[in-house]
């Protein structure tokens, strides 16, 4: 059964307020909503609604594009990780059907000094559409501050040094999604538009999908559907924070449901910024959050092999 249900609504301002309650207020609710469902909507995340139109608009012009442009770039020896993934080709972890949408990644990019430049994939430049990557990057590097403001306040409810995160991911190698979900023109036979899955990365910062469709499986099993309000983001934990956390923080499995028949053919948009930490990030169990009613889950691990071990799980990795 699935019931509409509002999460909570948080202003980002308030964390970075001068005045120390509101700071405070802002952290308890925050870890609140973590523990208990695993997503928030925010306001006041970075972004104007002219980069956001001009973003949604770059996005829609890509994927407009004849199937056989935007093959030119899919680069298989990327493992999906950067330029254009074809529709069908990522499978959720656990299901044999794939879902039913096409994207983009745009990735980080690291000085050619980084230790890390020769690790992460290339990034493809779509020469179709020459603003298309130019605010992809803008967005990327918005919302990758937007993420580090969030992590602070997580560091802080965790009773962490407020920096804790800030070294571990930054030159992460996160990613900007943006996912086009085609109209339905036949019986989907058991495929939905996104599989219930957990993401993989820290957290996830959604920014306002074009039609509803997302749905969020609570701690005690029940689906509620979730809309992100105007002017707002909708950011949720992911598996490697649950995992450094031993669940302490919940990464809620999530679907995207196929529309009533009558909406079949309206198409779908969401862009998501995953933000995942450099590769060489411990993601062991904190050790505050193992305890005799809360013992250790997980095995040790890093975000660089746990990344790897999920992507051959999701079919993008031989």
């Known amino acids: 059964m699935t019931t509409i249900q509002s999460i909570p609504s948080l202003d980002l301002n308030d964390f970075k307020s001068t ?15 973590y523990k208990n469902i695993g997503f928030i909507s925010l306001k006041n995340y970075g972004l104007s609604p002219e ?3 001009e973003l949604y608009s770059e996005v829609k012009n890509f994927f407009e594009m004849p199937l056989e442009k935007k093959l030119q770039y899919e680069k298989a020896e990327l493992n999906g990780q950067r330029g254009y993934i074809s529709f069908g080709r990522e499978t959720a972890k656990g299901y044999k059907k794939s879902d039913l949408k096409e994207f983009w990644h745009f990735g980080q990019e690291l000085d050619k000094n980084d230790p890390l430049f020769q690790e992460y994939e290339p990034n493809v430049f779509c020469h179709d559409l020459p603003n298309f990557n130019k605010i992809g990057r803008e967005v990327f590097s918005i919302l990758e501050q ?4 969030v992590l602070r306040a997580i560091a802080l409810h965790l009773k962490l040094p407020e ?9 992460g190698n996160s990613i900007l999604r943006a996912i086009h ?15 219930a899955h957990g993401d993989i990365n820290l957290i996830t ?19 509620i559907g979730v809309t992100a309000l105007p002017n707002q983001v909708v950011i949720n934990i992911g598996d490697m924070m649950s995992r450094l956390t031993n669940d302490t923080l919940h990464s809620s499995i999530h679907q995207v449901v196929n529309p009533p028949k009558k909406d079949w053919g ?3 948009f969401s862009i998501p910024f995953f933000m995942h930490p450099r590769s060489e990030m411990l993601l062991n169990c904190l050790p505050s959050c193992v305890s005799e009613k809360n013992t250790k889950k997980y095995t040790d691990i890093t975000a660089g092999e746990f990344l790897d071990e999920r992507i051959k799980e999701l079919g993008l990795k031989k």
């Not at 937007?146 to 403001?149: A, H, S």
């Not at 074009?210 to 005690?220: H, P």
């Open 205 to 223: 910062i959604l920014m306002g999908a074009s039609a509803e469709g997302l749905e969020i499986q609570t701690r005690n099993g029940n689906w």
């Open 51 to 53: 980069i956001e139109n």
């Open 266 to 268: 309206k198409p779908r």
């Open 19 to 33: 005045n120390e309650q509101t700071k405070e207020n802002f952290v308890r609710e925050l870890g609140e909503a």
């Open 146 to 149: 937007t993420g580090i403001m």
């Open 163 to 171: 920096f804790y995160f800030d070294n571990k991911v930054t030159g």
């Open 181 to 195: 979900y085609p109209p339905i023109t036949s019986e989907p036979k058991g495929a939905v538009r996104a599989a």
